[in-house]
RNA sequence: GUCCCCUUCGUCUAUCGGUUAGGACACCAGGUUUUCAUCCUGGAAAGAGGAGUUCGAUUCUCCUAGGGGAUACCA
């Protein structure tokens, strides 16, 4: 049978964090097992649901490249099919009416509790005949589930679990304006798309048992289960807006790259071996159910943040160089011209290993954008005091007779000067970086004054602009 | 309150009864580098606590503690 796996995030707020390693794991079944992945937007809730949200949704999965198969179907356009399902499972009897008003349950529930029980619906309408009914309520459809025994449940990650009977109360699939509950919409849903695996966060561990007895009174197969641990914050808690419950996209935005998000998320309560270094491609070929941890995972920033050096710096030229590009048109609304995007190209090498995100590799490269006089931070200005700038100039006339200009010439030209004047060679250096970078740290010297060409770099220390 | 789940270095994790408890990130120290980063070498760092089972428990069982989840006419 072919493997079918489903993500049905509900668009209420941004896609974070914990929802895209869902989709995740349950994309990266689906293509282990040369399945479907399919998208389900749980929009039943009208008065929550945002358009916002569901286009973040869909954003954020395009950003990952968890595509899915076929169209996204929208909940809220299959109500009418649920509705039939709660009636048949009326007709069935398997399901009744209830009239209890809302102040009744708040009632039970708080007599429950009194009585150190599991509140819960007491069944009270569960026998009685319609006759009983009074005139002027509309009821609520409940479902009969079992009073005695026990219910099993058999979670790939989870393990066989099982809770009594007693605990379930007869819960509620169709509301008392007709609409079914989340309970009820899940199962026909899943039922319909042919779901074979639910993957999902393990807050709905518990509704499973509930769902169970939906499907066991229509007679429907169960799909299997596998029930992922939240990820939490650092500090154990809930994940909260200091610790990464933004929405993905804003991992875009901060310069996380797209294959580092993958591998990250998929490290998170997942593991083969030793292995850190994973590709989409090798996920797929090694992803399984039976490796992921139960225990919940701390969401770390910093080793995001490592993860994502490590896909920068093996990362293309070519792609980088687009990379920044965007990020000025985009984010400083600059449009950086060909010849300047050839500079960073060529300068590339030497900026990529000391760059952590997409943002720092862009600002890191300014120095290659801008042209002479450039604009000095504060450290270097520190470093281009008058004793360094009549350095400077003194060893431009130097400088200005070198013919050819490579890294390798620059060095010996730079180092034989120093020699020559017995000069320390970082008192020379230092402040030629300055004058030329605008920076007090900045790729290698020789490196970026071949890139930079001769006569920029001489228009550069020549006009310090202190 | 009730039910369910979880607990190995700070963090992510390996270990499927016998290991000097391994790796990665972060951290510290050294080396390379004109700077910074990369890179290389080394270091510190863990089985929540308590009972059992066993010749032997991180690993199996129970209890306690801590954490998480669920207990809606939300999803």
């Known amino acids: ?3 079918i796996t489903r993500f049905a995030p509900s ?32 929009d039943t809730d009208v008065k929550r649901s945002t358009q916002e949200a569901k286009e973040a949704i869909i954003k954020g999965l395009k950003w990952l490249q968890l595509d899915w198969d076929e169209d996204e179907v929208y909940q809220s356009k299959r109500i009418k099919r649920h509705k039939e399902i709660g009636n048949e499972l009326l007709k069935l009897g398997h399901a009744y009416k209830c ?12 007599q429950a509790r009194k009585e150190k029980r599991a509140p819960r619906y007491n069944g009270k309408w569960r026998d009685k005949d319609d006759s009983e009914a009074p005139n002027n309520v509309k009821p609520v459809i409940r479902i009969k589930c079992p009073q005695a025994g ?11 679990i099982s809770i009594k009977n007693n605990e379930l109360d007869d819960f509620i699939i169709l509301r008392s304006d007709g609409t079914p509950t989340y309970m009820l919409s899940v199962v026909v849903d899943d039922y319909d798309m042919g779901v074979t695996h639910v993957i999902r966060g393990d807050d709905h561990f518990t509704n499973t048992f509930r769902q169970q007895h939906i499907y066991n009174a229509l007679n429907w197969p169960l799909p299997k289960y596998a029930h992922i641990p939240l990820i939490h914050g650092m500090d154990g808690g809930k994940l909260s807006k200091r610790h990464g419950a933004l929405g993905v996209d804003s991992y875009d935005d901060m310069g996380y790259l797209q294959e580092t998000m993958l591998n990250y998320l998929l490290r998170l309560g997942w593991s083969h071996g030793d292995k850190e270094i994973i590709s989409r491609e090798e996920a797929i070929k ?18 995001l943040t490592s993860l994502n050096a490590y896909y920068i710096e093996n ?7 687009t990379a920044v590009k965007n990020y000025y048109t985009n984010k400083k609304n600059i449009n950086i011209d060909n010849e300047d995007l050839t500079l960073i190209l060529n300068g590339m090498n030497g ?43 003194l060893y431009y006339k130097q400088l200005l007779k070198l013919e050819e200009w490579n890294k390798i010439k620059i060095e010996e030209d730079i180092k034989m000067y ?7 060679l970082g008192k020379l250096a230092q402040p030629l970086r300055a004058a030329i970078t605008g920076k007090a740290v900045s790729p290698g010297l020789y490196e970026l004054m071949e890139v930079l060409g001769k006569s920029e770099t001489l228009a550069r220390i020549i006009n310090i602009n202190n």
């Open 286 to 303: 090694l992803f399984n159910l039976d490796s992921i941890g139960k225990s919940s995972a701390k969401f770390d920033i910093e080793r």
């Open 150 to 160: 026990s219910t099993e449940i058999n979670d790939i990650v989870q393990g066989n």
């Open 418 to 424: 120093c020699q020559e004047n017995n000069i320390n």
């Open 11 to 42: 668009p209420t707020g941004y896609l974070h964090i914990g929802g895209v390693r869902t989709a995740l794991f349950n994309w990266l079944f689906a293509k282990n097992n040369n399945g479907l992945f399919k998208l389900r937007i749980e």
């Open 99 to 110: 009239y209890c008003s809302p102040e009744e349950l708040t009632e039970m529930r708080e």
């Open 351 to 393: 900026l990529k290993s000391r760059a952590r995100t997409i943002n720092e590799l862009a600002e890191m490269c300014s120095f290659y954008i801008e042209k002479a006089p450039i604009t000095l931070d504060k450290k270097s200005k520190k470093v281009l005091n008058d004793d360094n700038i009549s350095a400077l100039k």
């Open 315 to 321: 990362k293309n030229n070519e792609d980088l160089v």
């Open 1 to 3: 049978m072919k493997v």
